[in-house]
């Protein structure tokens, strides 16, 4: 089993509408969140980033940590074609062992349409 | 201020050749980490260096190699390829390395094809 489980998707929403985005992950050592944006034939960009449990809320994005459920979230208001991307989840411990290793999931592949 | 950069971005190689993949940091970033990309197992963690110093390593083959330079320029190697290889391989450079969190910045990546 992975340590960190993301629904591949793919998902299509129309313009306007909420998306949730969601990662569950095993390893209870994890303390540093995030998501990344990835568009075609490019690599990973930072969208947010979030330290233990709670809200971190950035323009149509919002991140949600519980990590007494092992489970993430990444909402994105009002969703925008050129959101259209790969969105990948992501962790890290803290520790000798996680020395600039992040732990990702599969990745959601989102489709906006107009 | 210029972006990580990985070069060369696309490479075909057969099985059994080597091939090495060069990185250039942020200016002033001294760590870099490289990833491999593959529709099955996703993104995964190969290895970590800093100042010179591989300071982590994920589960791959000892057939996958790196080194860092002085201006903290990065190089990985692969030998003995396989077609389980072919990837996407990322790197991705950060100011320093330590316990606590450091933005990783990734590169465009170099999409290696083996036949």
């Known amino acids: 089993q992975k340590e960190v489980e993301q629904d591949p998707g793919p998902l299509s929403v129309p313009e306007g509408a909420i998306v949730s985005l969601n990662c569950t992950y095993s390893?209870?050592?994890?303390?540093?969140f995030m998501w990344y944006r990835q568009y075609s034939r490019k690599g990973p960009e930072l969208l947010m980033y979030?330290?233990?449990?709670g809200n971190k809320e950035d323009g149509r994005f919002t991140a949600q940590v519980d990590k007494s459920s092992k489970y993430i979230s990444l909402f994105i208001r009002d969703s925008q074609p050129s959101d259209s991307a790969t969105y990948l989840c992501a962790m890290r411990s803290a520790g000798g062992t996680s020395y600039g290793k992040l732990t990702f999931g599969q990745g959601t592949i989102l489709t906006v349409h107009p | 201020k210029a972006g990580v950069t990985q070069t060369p971005r696309y490479l075909i190689k057969t099985r059994g050749q080597q091939v090495t993949l060069s990185c250039s940091p942020i200016?002033?970033?001294?760590?870099v980490s490289w990833y491999q990309q593959t529709p099955g197992q996703g993104l995964q963690f190969l290895f970590e260096?800093?100042?010179?110093?591989?300071?982590n390593k994920g589960n791959f083959p000892g057939r996958f190699s790196g080194r860092q330079f002085s201006n903290s320029r990065s190089e990985m190697n692969v030998s003995t390829l396989e077609l389980g290889d072919s990837a996407l391989y990322l790197c991705a450079s950060s100011m320093t390395s330590g316990f606590s969190y450091n933005e990783q910045f990734f590169g465009p990546g170099t999409r290696l094809t083996v036949l």
């Open positions: 979030t330290y233990s449990s």
């Open positions: 200016s002033g970033h001294r760590s």
């Open positions: 390893n209870s050592a994890f303390q540093y």
């Open positions: 260096y800093f100042s010179e110093t591989q300071r």
